[in-house]
């Protein structure tokens, strides 16, 4: 299995809670289709989101050039004010243990899973995914908007990459 985890483009300075893209943002977005017909990543079979405008967004041009569903599911959200840490970490797992068990592996022809989220998702996840590479590392601390981790996963999670769209 591919898994690709995504931060949202950049968003707009918009003074609401669910903002759009930037025009930098969108830009992204699109260069995210190039990412694929450059064979840099490999097209996903299977697009999920957070609730947010922006997480769609940064998926929207991969989903038409596709022809995909983006699958929004609140698991993906930012950790609300009242979501303790322990319930937060537990609500990534779900996520993560969940969508393996809905999509079969075949060594043959592996899926591909894109995921978009947001920074603090994303900071969980790396501090709960059993990789190959360390990712405590300062590196991957970082998280600009647009960021991404691309992995396979067999037995373990195999980092491929680690850049920005």
């Not at 041009?61 to 322990?86: H, W, Y």
Request: charged share 25%.
């Amino acid at each position: 299995m591919n898994f690709i985890l995504f931060r949202h483009a950049e968003k707009s300075s918009e003074m609401i809670a669910d903002c759009s893209l930037s025009t930098a943002g969108l830009n992204q977005a699109r260069n995210l289709v190039h990412l694929i017909q450059t064979k840099k990543l490999p097209p996903p079979t299977h697009l999920f989101c957070s609730p947010r405008k922006r997480t769609r967004e940064t998926l929207s041009f991969v989903a038409e050039q596709t022809r995909l569903e983006i699958t929004s599911t609140p698991l993906l959200d930012l950790r609300t004010d009242n979501e303790s840490t322990k319930d937060f970490r537990l609500r990534v797992q779900e996520f993560l243990v969940g969508f393996q068990l809905d999509i079969p592996d075949s060594p043959k022809n592996p899926p591909t899973v894109y995921v978009c989220t947001h920074q603090d998702w994303a900071e969980e996840f790396i501090s709960i995914v059993e990789s190959s590479t360390d990712l405590s590392q300062p590196k991957y601390a970082s998280w600009p908007s647009g960021q991404y981790m691309y992995f396979t996963k067999s037995d373990l999670w195999h980092l491929m990459d680690f850049n920005r769209i």
